[in-house]
T-cell receptor
Framework: AQRVTQPEKLLSVFKGAPVELKCNYS??????LFWYVQYSRQRLQLLLR??SRESIKGFTADLNKGETSFHLKKPFAQEEDSAMYYC?????????????FGRGTQLTVWP | DAGVTQSPTHLIKTRGQQVTLRCSPK?????VSWYQQALGQGPQFIFQ???????QRGNFPDRFSGHQFPNYSSELNVNALLLGDSALYLC???????????FGQGTRLTVV
């Protein structure tokens, strides 16, 4: 069964510190992985997807198929990074476009 | 482009009633998906519409039904409301299934 696990509900770091938001998944096949972000009073928006291999707002995420993980990292956190982060996966074939979300991690970056 | 718009933003209903939520997709998008987000949880997929047909469905009872119109807008209907249906309902649109999904602000449904 498809599942996305985000073990940390809350994560706090100080400005300038490295941050890593963990995401593990289970899926029988090759999923597509995403990170979505929701800033305060804004809508859910795509931060990055693994196939594009981009760095968005200094965040990167590497898909580790052996460990079935897709952790989100940033070397130097900024206060404006404070938000709710959701890891999500989409299957292929008949479930293409259906997103399975984790429960989310609330990141707080202190000044 | 206003992006994905949902109406209403908030709604209070009584147990047993029926509710209709509406979604207008981002301009140029033809696929609409609906998600339910309970408090403290991630969004859960309800169903997806493409070319006015339900293409995929999540693990939700038949009380949840939907519709897509020729202009790609969509409705989510929930019958016989239960207290447990209280949640944020999100609409997402995309160009077919394989491209980025854009989300609306959601409709907060409270069942009392």
């Amino acid at each position: 069964a498809q599942r996305v696990t985000q073990p940390e509900k809350l994560l706090s770091v100080f400005k300038g510190a490295p941050v890593e938001l963990k995401c593990n998944y289970s899926y029988s096949g090759s999923p597509e992985l995403f990170w979505y972000v929701q800033y305060s009073r804004q809508r859910l928006q795509l931060l990055l997807r693994h196939i594009s291999r981009e760095s968005i707002k200094g965040f990167t995420a590497d898909l580790n198929k052996g460990e079935t993980s897709f952790h989100l990292k940033k070397p130097f956190a900024q206060e404006e990074d404070s938000a709710m982060y959701y890891c999500a996966l989409s299957g292929r074939g008949s479930t293409l476009g259906r997103l399975y979300f984790g429960r989310g991690t609330q990141l707080t970056v202190w000044p | 482009d206003a992006g994905v718009t949902q109406s209403p933003t908030h709604l209070i209903k009584t147990r047993g009633q029926q509710v209709t939520l509406r979604c207008s997709p981002k301009s140029g998008h033809d696929t609409v998906s609906w998600y339910q987000q309970a408090l403290g949880q991630g969004p859960q997929f309800i169903f997806q519409y493409y070319e006015e047909e339900e293409r995929q469905r999540g693990n939700f009872p038949d009380r949840f039904s939907g519709h897509q119109f020729p202009n790609y807008s969509s409705e989510l209907n929930v019958n016989a409301l239960l207290l447990g249906d209280s949640a944020l309902y999100l609409c997402a649109s995309s160009l077919e299934s394989r491209f980025e999904a854009f989300f609306g602000q959601g409709t907060r449904l409270t069942v009392v």
